[in-house]
């Protein structure tokens, strides 16, 4: 992307580019920005401009109004026969995941109101996440009679413990912000009114950060999340030994010179 301000689809998603950090919110409000095929394809053509972009190292993904987003579409849904649920869309082949997983920026979730069912999803597919003091989420699946197809059911036990997810799922009620902080589903609970800025200052600081190291160490985490610890440690020790013993540490001298300054001014 060229420019500081751009949209995607129609207004239904907005992206914002300032200081090496892109903040993308979703923009249906009328409708809890409900996921729509549009409002999908316009997410999917979103964060793969995003990941493509060199000017661009850390994203945001908001909503405006009153919700992240309130999950897919059911009125389209029931419109359409269905659509939205075929095996294509689903699974980690899906579109809109693979949107997601395969984008090459971190990506830091800033829930400003309802994450709930595939909005929840959604939100899991982010690399970490903020909410707002009056967030709420709920997987709402077995209520309305559908299954997670975007990883929701295998994402959430290792998040929060299998026994508190089999809670969320079973029973499908809400829960605030401030729980889901104590369940280690959040990092942070932000007054509403700060909860953009906070996340963008995060998205800094990793913007701050050099860039093929910190790519490759998201790369470990998002793959040995998936492994056997043992497995995961032997690949981590691969990839850093053939990794670090190609810098220059003349060059991490210096970087280490300014990492003790910032340390100061924290």
Known sequence: MTSSSDTAAD???LIDIQDEVALVTLNRPEAYN???AAMTAAIIEAFGALSADP???????????????AGVDLKELKSEGGAAMSADNLGTDAPLVRALSECEKPIIGAINGFAVTGGFELALACDYL?????????????RVGLVPGWGLS?????LVGINRAREISFTGNYFSAEQACQWGLVNEVCE????????LASARDIAETQPEALRRIRALMNE??????????????ERSGAYNSTIEFDVMEKRLEELRARGRKQ
Request: proline share 3%; charged share 25%.
């Open 34 to 36: 409900a996921l729509s």
């Open 55 to 69: 000017s661009v190292r850390a994203i945001v993904l908001t909503g405006k109004g009153k919700a992240f987003t």
């Open 224 to 237: 040995g999340w998936e492994l056997p610890l043992g497995e995961a440690l032997r690949v981590e020790g």
């Open 192 to 199: 509403d009114s700060e909860l953009v800025g906070r996340a």
């Open 154 to 158: 295998q994402k959430l036990p290792r």
């Open 130 to 142: 903020y909410a707002a003091r009056s967030a709420r989420f709920a997987d709402t699946h077995a």
């Open 11 to 13: 207004n239904l998603v």
